[in-house]
């Protein structure tokens, strides 16, 4: 995708902006054990944007081995937020709750185990920042209960929303296994951008990111 695919545009913000060398480690048995975590341009999307906004609570769908989580809590939030994430993949739970143990994040951070679409229903607590990163073809699933737990002005971060970019190509030019996906990508995108509860804009980041904001109420803007 341009620039940001470059391996040398890579090289240059790995070396101007860093990253955490003990959350290093973890990344690279990541790499190494073919797990899917977050791209390392799209870390520093989140360091910026979380930094901005300052969530005080962040929800998160898709934890695999709690990389992400541990980013966005010791990094991009700085250790002050409170994190609840949701993993249906049983090992990759096991896996997550050892690593939070092993960076001293077991009160930061809550696991939920189970099938996400059906764990958002049952949730209360409104969010500041939802993180979705899941199963792609769940995401439109999703959208009303996610939507429900956003607090007004808080936003919503969705990864890989261009699939490895089949969702920019023509379905007939996919295999038939992979249409059901790049239909329901297709309608998550055009549902959040015709929202009128969100603003939303598509960024080239990555595998493509997605970043929605809540729009607040006049209620709620108005002073008494």
Request: glycine share 6%; proline share 2%; hydrophobic share 40%.
């Amino acid at each position: 995708m341009g620039l940001l695919s470059d391996e040398r545009w890579q090289v240059f913000l790995d070396a101007t902006i860093g990253g955490d060398e003990e959350l290093l480690s973890l990344r690279e048995q990541a790499e190494e054990d073919d797990v899917p975590i977050i791209r390392r341009e799209c870390e520093f999307f989140m360091n910026w944007l979380f930094g901005t906004i300052r969530p005080r609570r962040v929800l998160e769908i898709g934890t695999a081995i709690g990389y992400s989580s541990l980013y966005i809590w010791k990094v991009a939030c700085r250790e002050s937020c409170l994190i609840t994430t949701i993993e249906m993949d049983e090992k990759r739970a096991d896996q997550a709750e050892a690593n939070f143990k092993k960076y001293g994040a077991t009160e930061a951070i809550s696991l939920l185990r189970g099938d996400a679409t059906l764990l958002l229903a049952d949730l209360k607590d409104q969010y500041d920042l939802i993180f979705l990163d899941a199963a792609k073809g769940q995401y439109i699933t999703m959208l009303p209960d996610i939507k429900r737990l956003l607090t007004e002005g808080g936003v919503l971060l969705c990864d890989n929303i261009l699939v490895e970019n089949d969702t920019l190509r023509s379905r007939y030019a996919l295999e038939r296994r992979d249409r059901t996906i790049h239909k329901r990508m297709r309608q998550f995108l055009d549902e959040i951008c015709r929202d009128k509860d969100l603003i939303t804009d598509i960024l080239p980041i990555g595998d493509g990111i997605s970043v929605s904001t809540k729009c607040r109420t006049a209620a709620s803007g108005s002073q008494s």
